[in-house]
Nanobody, 121 residues
Framework: QVQLVESGGGLVQAGGSLRLSCAAS????????MGWVRQAPGKEREFVAG????????YYADSVKGRFTISRDNAENTVYLQMNSLKPEDTAVYYC??????????????WGQGTQVTVSS
């Protein structure tokens, strides 16, 4: 089992920045591909960004490309999502998730509890 705990969410004005963290614990001897998925009220879950097991490849939704950066520190079992130039439409609960291979919205083996990001206009 792997436990994922997100942190770093909050309230920010449009144009601002936030950095989300996702700390993994438990069976961390296995390195997983990681993803960030968000869900806004009344909407379906949406893929945001993904990173492969080594950190050498990253993937982004078109809506966040150029503004968000996913990275990982395997020694610390932590994945980050740096979010810049935030927009009100980025408001959502952000979840980190783990899988053996890179996924988009579904197919993950483990999920965190989510962290709220609210961007005011």
């Amino acid at each position: 089992q792997v436990q994922l705990v997100e942190s770093g969410g909050g309230l920010v004005q449009a144009g601002g920045s936030l950095r989300l963290s996702c700390a993994a614990s438990g069976r961390t001897s296995t390195t997983y591909a990681m993803g960030w998925v968000r869900q806004a009220p009344g909407k379906e879950r949406e893929f945001v960004a993904g990173i492969n097991r080594s950190g050498g490849r990253t993937y982004y939704a078109d809506s966040v490309k150029g503004r968000f950066t996913i990275s990982r520190d395997n020694a610390e079992n932590t994945v980050y999502l740096q979010m810049n130039s935030l927009k009100p439409e980025d408001t959502a609960v952000y979840y980190c998730a783990a899988a053996f291979t890179v996924r988009t919205t579904t197919g993950y083996d483990y999920w965190g509890q989510g962290t709220q990001v609210t961007v005011s206009s």
